[in-house]
Structures are given as structure tokens and as C-alpha cells.
DNA sequence: ATCCTTTGTTGACAGCGTCAACTTAGGAGA
DNA sequence: TCTCCTAAGTTGACGCTGTCAACAAAGGAT
């Protein structure tokens, strides 16, 4: 693996591990057994170094969620499993989390940031899409629609990684809220 | 009025200007004039400063919502109104927005700030609540259609925050959505 | 055989949060 | 009135951080 990508993947862990104030460029160095300044032959600073796992990360999402799309299930039984996915991974990892959908400062990076954001986006559309050619969902536009849900889902995943929502027994808030949502907008 | 209150002040200034970074203590302190360590009499650590602001914000929004919901419009009409004014909020105080929902470490702070956030989002439920007795909303238990609504406009303004929402021509992508969301919801 | 590019190193710097120790002002109790 | 305690503020120091500059080695292309 590449110093690069040995960057990458420890600085990632030491965010799982302490958080945000824990990925120190030194730290990450240490971690990988280089010196304290190696970091910066492969990232212009701390925050493209930020940017860089989180691009890995939207990757991995867009993937999951294409994945997702080419499943037997139904198509909203499809849309339902990638949003549990979804909710899943703001969970498990939070900090993580936050740094792809609540990190100031990371907008600076590159436009690879961005298209890989807007790439896993473009795929949970598609999801929508498909719940909406059976009728599970309102014919409302497709891109506004899944918008929608994505923000939906986002809001709950991240006042719940903030504690500003309780969590019930059994199921988190998140996926109680994302499928009182679906309810409403399939019952009607 | 008080340094203590000074330092509150005028670190949101600092947080509105130059974003998290660029409310460190020295500079709050030399922007109030007293010395660099004048803070650690009134909070015991940055954290602690953050979670005043956070704190005071809370209790504005709750008085928003309160005082919307005591208009004479209709109450659908009252609580998008709050809504409006939840989305300005974000949008014209994107690091104070972020600062009140999405930053890691400042829960541990006592729970005065976890009160605070409560009674905000009580408010906003009463007004939910307001507009369910009048038939504009479903009648599904009001505390999770308040959460639901709540976590959507949430999602929509962090996304949009973040960039990872385009905006639209004339209003903004949470303002489209949150329309969305109440079409939908009513329509049924 | 030479040279340039990539990758890595060591050393330094200012700025940060935080701790410890000292100073001062002002009110409570005698 | 004198004393003393507490709250508020000060100076100085510490280690850690991101970042810059200068140097070293290694390896492929010419």
C-alpha cells in the first residue's frame, strides 16, 4: 500500500477512534511510521488530508448504493435498504460522518470532492427513481423528491449523532423517522 | 454589560466572520481587552465558551418560534413562517448554525444547553401540533411528525450549508424543499 | 554517467489551549 | 475602622500543533 494511502486509511481510524481533534498530522505520521512532516508530499494540508478520506468514503457510499440498485427486492424494499445503509454508517461512524456532511473547510478541496459527493447522491436518486416507477412513491420530480429523502435522512442522522434526538427503544429515531417518512409519502 | 457576556458576544462575531477556527480565546479576549487568560475565570475551557453561544442561540430560536406561533395567520401558515425563520438562520449563520447542531464536544457542557435545544424544539412542536388540529397536517403522533420536520429542515440547511445541495433560482434549495415536504404531507 | 523529480528527513517558528502563581479590588464580619 | 476572604484579572510558562525552509537520498530518463 502507498504512503499515500496508508495516510488515508490511519488518519481515518484515529477520527473513528477520538474524533476530529484527534487527526494530527504528526499523529497520522506517527502512525504511519513516517516523520512528522512526510504528510505533506501527498497533501497540500491538514484539510485536503481531511478531504481525501472523505472522498474515499463517498466512493464507498456511491458504491453501496449502486449496489443496492441491482438487488431483487422490490424497488422501495431497495430504497429502504440503502437508507438503513445509510444510517447505518452515520452510526457507526460518526466523526466520519460528520466530515463528509458537516466539515467546513473541506469545500476548498478540489472538484473531485465534490463530484464524488454529487456521484453518490446521483446513484441514491436512482433508487428513487426506480420506488417511483411502481408508485411507491409520488411522481413528484425525481431530483427534487430524492433531495428530499437525502436531506431527510441526513437531518436525522446527524441530530441524532448530536444527541438532539432521543432514541427510542428497538429502532434509532433515524430509522423511525426516515420510515414514518416514507409512510407519509407512499400512503397518500 | 458583563465580560462574561462580552466574551459570548463577541466571540459570535468571531464565529460569524471567520468561521470555528478563528474563535480562539486570545483573540475573544483581546477583542473584549483583557488578557489572554481573562476567559478561564468565566468558562472552563473554549468548549464551555462554544456551548454559551450555542446556549444563548437556542433561546432565541425558542422565543422565534413561541412568538410565531402566537400570529394571527393560520397556523400551517404561522409554523412555515417559523420554518422560514429556522432556514434564514442557517443560512445568514452558517458557523453558528453548525456551531448549535452539528459540533461534536459541546455536549458535554451541563445540561442547561441540552434544555435550551429542548425548548426550542418544544416550540417548534407546538406550532406542528397547532397546524395538525386545523386538518393541514396528518394526524400522526405530533412529537415524531414535529422530529421528522424538524430533522428535514435540519437536513436541508446543513446540506445546503456544506454546498452539497445547488442552490436554486430565487429561493433557496431549503426553502424548496421544505415546501415539498408540506405539499406532500397535506396533500394526502 | 548525469540530472531531475519524487519522497522523505531534520530543524525551526509562531500560535494555540491550558496550568500555575501572583495581584488587586471590594464587600463581610469583627 | 481594620481585617480577611473571594472573585476577577494579570503575567509567564509549558507542550502540542500546523506549516515553512533547507537538506538528503533514490531512481528512472536522457
Known amino acids: 500500500m502507498s504512503t499515500r494511502e496508508n ?3 490511519q488518519a481515518a481510524l484515529l477520527l473513528d477512534k477520538g474524533g476530529d481533534a484527534a487527526v494530527t498530522l504528526r499523529a497520522v505520521a506517527h502512525a504511519v511510521g513516517v516523520s512528522h512532516n ?5 497533501f497540500k494540508d491538514r484539510n485536503a488530508l ?13 458504491l453501496a448504493f449502486e449496489g443496492t440498485r441491482l438487488g431483487d427486492a ?3 424494499q431497495r430504497l429502504k435498504e440503502a437508507l438503513g445503509l445509510f444510517i447505518q454508517y452515520g452510526r457507526d461512524y460518526p466523526a466520519r460522518y460528520r466530515l463528509l456532511f458537516s466539515d467546513p473547510g473541506i469545500g476548498a478541496a ?11 447522491f446521483t446513484a ?4 428513487v427513481e426506480d420506488a417511483q416507477s411502481t408508485g ?8 427534487e423528491l430524492a433531495g428530499l429523502i437525502y436531506a431527510t435522512a441526513h437531518g436525522l ?9 432521543r432514541e427510542q427503544k428497538g429502532l434509532s429515531a433515524a430509522e423511525q423517522g426516515v420510515a414514518l417518512l416514507l409512510l407519509l409519502l407512499g400512503a397518500s
Open 7 to 9: 495516510l488515508i486509511t
Open 38 to 42: 512526510a504528510p505533506y508530499r501527498h
Open 50 to 62: 481531511l478531504a481525501a478520506i472523505a472522498e474515499r468514503d463517498f466512493r464507498m457510499l456511491a
Open 74 to 76: 422490490e424497488p422501495i
Open 110 to 120: 478540489g472538484g473531485s470532492l465534490e463530484a464524488a459527493a454529487l456521484k453518490a
Open 124 to 127: 441514491f436518486a436512482g433508487l
Open 136 to 143: 411507491a412513491l409520488p411522481p413528484t420530480p425525481t431530483r
Open 157 to 165: 442522522v446527524d441530530l441524532q449523532a448530536g444527541g438532539r434526538m
